[in-house]
């Protein structure tokens, strides 16, 4: 092609620049603006802010593009697998050590820390004045002191780094780019051998819908992307877990009972929350995984329907017994009541289906066959409001529930008989539940097919 190599690199590095940074942006923008008007800060913090920001973000890329050029080309291709199970291993031992470290167990500990400022302060480590975050703090603190003339100064050290960093992963990829890029073509070497057990697990499906689900599960696990994804989403749930090992429930002022089951209650949420976010990353891009080989979906003897029905059951098992773990262990450890536990685990166990439904159902009405990358899709603008709904169903569904739930745990704590409005009302509020999570469910499904029927391919 007429086009000069560095020039097709730093295109693409461009987009992985903006990708991979404009959610951390944009979520951490409200912070820094809350603190310009904390300070009264004038209308150079704001442009500062974001600039800082910017350079940042091409700094971190800028050395993970360093270092993923160098380790494609020293490493070898058919053993890049293997390679990202021991990264993910040791990631999960770094954030572990670094999450302990930090003591946040502390944080609802009054004998310890007698604010949360004294806590926050404790945290503070030996910064060096070469980090790159060293020098955007100092900007900030600079800027909103009243000290102009350090912060243009922090401002100035942190996008020259910015700037050489872009000319030194232009000059390596001139070298290791294309190089790197043909060795990840080659075949790679199994760590583990998959057998597919089409004879006993998918016996009693027809033929077609018996090759769709195969094909599914091997592309999962021949994606070696998935893996380091998995390694980090397992490393994130075990400290998920920790965290309420460590909890000094019997040091609050809320007599323990309470705080137990209100924990709990409020975790069923939160462990949703957490499924909405894997869903996102796994079950959302699952449509958009066919690419431009849709077509042939598209004319084979198969239904979108159950296309669709086939993606939703590959997540789904997997997904709803990672949840109910999530809530059944943390309710272990938090020695709630029979009545939390049983509520707690049922209640899951209906909204699982529907925030699967709802990754596949919206990753089916706005694929993005074209995209390089799949999983990119979940920024888009389906991925946004697939996040949103799902995020006010869980609301709606623990609002609807928080009434009944309270008069149905207070009654067994004190032993009061529970009035017929206050039946009503349960009943009304778990049977609205129950029709919810039923139509959670179907309606994104039947929703996605109808929009994907209608892409011509």
């Known amino acids: 092609m007429p086009v000069n190599s560095y020039k097709i690199f730093t295109a693409r590095w461009i987009d992985s620049i903006v990708d991979s940074s404009w959610m951390v942006i944009i979520y951490t923008l409200p912070v820094f603006i809350s603190y310009g008007i904390i300070f009264h800060a004038g209308p150079f913090y704001y442009i500062d802010i974001l600039l800082i920001l910017i350079s940042l973000s091409v700094i971190a890329s800028g050395i993970s593009t360093i270092l993923v050029m160098i380790a494609v080309v020293v490493v070898p291709a058919n053993r890049m697998k293997s390679i990202f199970i021991l990264l993910g291993l040791l990631l999960f031992m770094v954030l572990y050590v670094a999450f302990r470290l930090l003591k946040p167990e502390l944080l609802v500990d009054p004998e310890v820390f007698e604010t949360v400022l004294v806590y926050v302060s404790a945290l503070k480590t030996p910064s060096s004045p070469f980090l790159p975050s060293t020098w955007a703090f100092d900007n900030i603190h600079s800027v909103l002191s009243g000290s102009l003339s350090k912060g243009l100064f922090h401002l100035a050290l942190s ?9 030194i992963v232009i000059i390596l990829s001139d070298a290791l780019y294309f190089k790197g890029f043909s060795r990840t073509q080659t075949a790679g070497v199994r760590l583990f051998k998959y057998r597919s057990g089409e004879n006993t697990v998918f016996h009693f499906l027809p033929v077609p819908l018996k090759a ?234 039947r929703f996605g097919e109808s929009k994907l029927s209608k892409i011509l391919i």
């Open 159 to 167: 996008w020259s780094f910015s700037l050489a960093m872009i000319f």
């Open 212 to 445: 769709l689900a195969l094909k599914e599960i091997k592309t999962f696990f021949r994606d070696q992307t998935q893996w380091s994804q998995l390694f980090l989403i397992g490393a994130l749930i075990i400290i998920y877990i920790y965290n309420f090992s460590v909890l000094p429930i019997e040091k609050s002022p809320i007599k323990t009972v309470y705080l137990q089951n209100l924990l709990s209650f409020l975790n069923m949420g939160l462990a949703l929350f957490v499924l909405t976010a894997i869903t996102a990353r796994f079950a959302y891009p699952a449509v958009s995984s066919e690419c431009q080989a849709f077509w042939i979906l598209k004319s084979a003897p198969i239904k979108m329907k159950s296309f669709l029905w086939i993606k939703f059951f590959i997540y789904y098992l997997p997904l709803l017994i990672l949840t109910e773990i999530l809530i059944v262990v943390t309710n272990i450890l938090l020695h709630v009541t029979p009545f939390m536990m049983i509520l707690s685990t049922i209640t899951v166990f209906f909204l699982v289906p529907g925030i699967v439904s709802m990754g596949i159902g919206f990753g089916a009405a706005y694929p993005d066959f074209t995209a390089e990358n799949p999983n990119q899709t979940v920024t888009s603008f389906g991925g946004f409001l697939f996040m949103m709904l799902c995020a006010a169903y869980i609301a709606f569904i623990i609002i609807l529930q928080a009434g009944p739930v309270y008069s149905l745990f207070m009654s067994g704590i004190k032993e009061k008989t529970i009035s017929l409005f206050q039946w009503i009302w349960i009943i009304v509020s778990f049977s609205l539940t129950f029709v919810m999570s039923i139509l959670a469910i179907f309606i994104p499904i």
